[in-house]
């Protein structure tokens, strides 16, 4: 199984900042990597597909970058509807995995 | 519109059977991949397994296989994970997700990102 570790598991930050979560491979996935959004309560909701595409609807202060073993999603603003829970997950197999979560809190 | 919804809320005796759904419609059933996620309380996201309708193609997590099976009836659009004997540690909410697919260097069509997600189904069981 590829293991998929985030980091930090949790982040304390204001509105205004810049966020960096990390989410790395135990062995190289290409690009074969997303991101997700979840919220309390509800079903997780795609950011980001192919390590770096934005999906339709997403606002443009997210973006993902990476390649291999190394990724990072970047909120490059951090708005008040952004204070969630994010996860990775591969697909470079039929094996899928998620990375532990990201939880964002309000400092 | 691309949907998944998912069957209601079930409560369950430890060693009791279940069978929960995950209806598909607003696009071609068979040609998407449908995920099971499991999230226990106040835990992340755990894939267990996906189904690939148009030909029955199943995978299991390592950690699932043996302990749930995935199936599919195409003619209704409708994914299916099922216990045959519940344990406490089943309590968790279960979400479907749908997947595309992309072909890999052997030219296997391998499922990718999860888009869209069913709204879960709360599994608890208690005794």
């Known amino acids: 199984d590829i293991q998929m570790t985030q980091s930090p598991s949790t982040l304390s930050a204001s509105v205004g900042d810049r966020v960096t979560i990390t989410c790395r491979a135990s062995q190289s996935i290409s690009s074969w990597l997303a991101w997700y959004q979840q919220k309390p309560g509800k079903a997780p909701k795609l950011l980001i597909y192919k390590a770096s595409s934005l999906e339709s609807g997403v606002p443009s202060r997210f973006s993902g970058s990476g390649s291999g073993t190394e990724f990072t999603l970047t909120i490059s603003s951090l708005q008040p509807d952004d204070f969630a829970t994010y996860y990775c997950?591969?697909?470079?197999?039929?094996?899928?995995?998620f990375g532990g979560g990201t939880k964002v809190e309000i400092k | 519109e691309v949907q998944l919804v998912q069957s209601g809320a079930e409560v369950k005796k430890p060693g009791e059977s279940l069978k929960i759904s995950c209806k598909g419609s607003g696009y071609s059933f068979t040609s998407y991949w449908i995920g099971w996620v499991r999230q226990m309380p106040g835990k992340g996201l755990e894939w267990m397994g996906i189904i690939y309708p148009g030909d029955s193609d199943t995978r299991y997590s390592p950690s699932f296989q043996g302990q749930v099976t995935i199936s599919a009836d195409k003619s209704i659009s409708t994914a299916y994970l099922q216990w045959s004997s519940l344990k406490a540690s089943d309590t968790a909410m279960y979400y479907c997700?749908?997947?595309?697919?992309?072909?890999?260097?052997?030219?296997?069509?391998?499922?990718?990102?999860?888009?869209?997600w069913g709204q879960g189904t709360l599994v608890t069981v208690s005794s």
């Open positions: 997700a749908r997947a595309g697919y992309y072909y890999d260097s052997s030219g296997y069509y391998l499922p990718n990102w999860f888009d869209p």
């Open positions: 997950q591969q697909y470079n197999s039929y094996f899928l995995t």
